[in-house]
T-cell receptor, first 107, second 114 residues
Framework: TQLLEQSPQFLSIQEGENLTVYCNSS?????LQWYRQEPGEGPVLLVT?????EVKKLKRLTFQFGDARKDSSLHITAAQPGDTGLYLC???????FGAGTRLFVKA | DVKVTQSSRYLVKRTGEKVFLECVQD?????MFWYRQDPGLGLRLIYF???????EKGDIPEGYSVSREKKERFSLILESASTNQTSMYLC?????????????FGNGTRLTVT
């Protein structure tokens, strides 16, 4: 059974700080997706990483897929209150999800 | 823009009631999914469907059934609601099962079973 473990579960930081959240598995994934979910809404896709070692940037967000395609990370530079939300990684044939990292960015 | 619409934002039902959660997508997507989301557990797949009248069990299908009579509509049925089915239910659709086919989610139905 494929599992995705995310860390940390909760993160509360000040505006302007940098942060990294992690998504790890013992299984190999052909791709991993990152979603962000805001209260009262469904998750929204941020990015899909497909190639081992791949790095994708989305403004202040940098996503990396591990060389072995078992893990991924999301780095946010100079976090802003608008980045507050639940960040979820997902992957696999049935699109399984990790438990998520809940991020609070204080102004 | 893809729109996935869930019929209710909030539902309160009594133990033992039969509950129907409806989901409609407007972009002719092949795949549709039902997840439940609970704090600390993330999204767990209940059922998914890759075509009309086709369904596959997810990780937690017990106590649920689904129906997909038309391509755009995917219904989740709780045959006899129980309190442990109190949760946020999220419907999603995707064009295909490939890597480049992201899931598009509805805004969720928060179900409370008393």
């Amino acid at each position: 059974t494929q599992l995705l473990e995310q860390s940390p579960q909760f993160l509360s930081i000040q505006e302007g700080e940098n942060l990294t959240v992690y998504c790890n598995s013992s299984s190999v994934f052909s791709s991993l997706q990152w979603y962000r979910q805001e209260p009262g809404e469904g998750p929204v896709l941020l990015v899909t990483v497909v190639t081992g070692g791949e790095v994708k940037k989305l403004k202040r967000l940098t996503f990396q897929f591990g060389d072995a395609r078992k893990d991924s990370s999301l780095h946010i530079t100079a976090a802003q209150p608008g980045d507050t939300g639940l960040y979820l990684c997902a992957g696999g044939f049935k699109t399984i999800f990790g438990a998520g990292t809940r991020l609070f960015v204080k102004a | 823009d893809v729109k996935v619409t869930q019929s209710s934002r909030y539902l309160v039902k009594r133990t033992g009631e039969k509950v129907f959660l409806e989901c409609v997508q407007d972009m002719d997507h092949e795949n549709m999914f039902w997840y439940r989301q609970d704090p600390g557990l993330g999204l767990r797949l209940i059922y998914f469907s890759y075509d009309v009248k086709m369904k596959e069990k997810g990780d937690i299908p017990e106590g649920y059934s689904v129906s997909r009579e038309k391509k755009e509509r995917f219904s989740l049925i709780l045959e006899s609601a129980s309190t442990n089915q109190t949760s946020m239910y999220l419907c999603a659709s995707s064009l295909t099962g490939g890597n480049d086919s992201p899931l598009h989610f509805g805004n969720g139905t928060r179900l409370t079973v008393t």
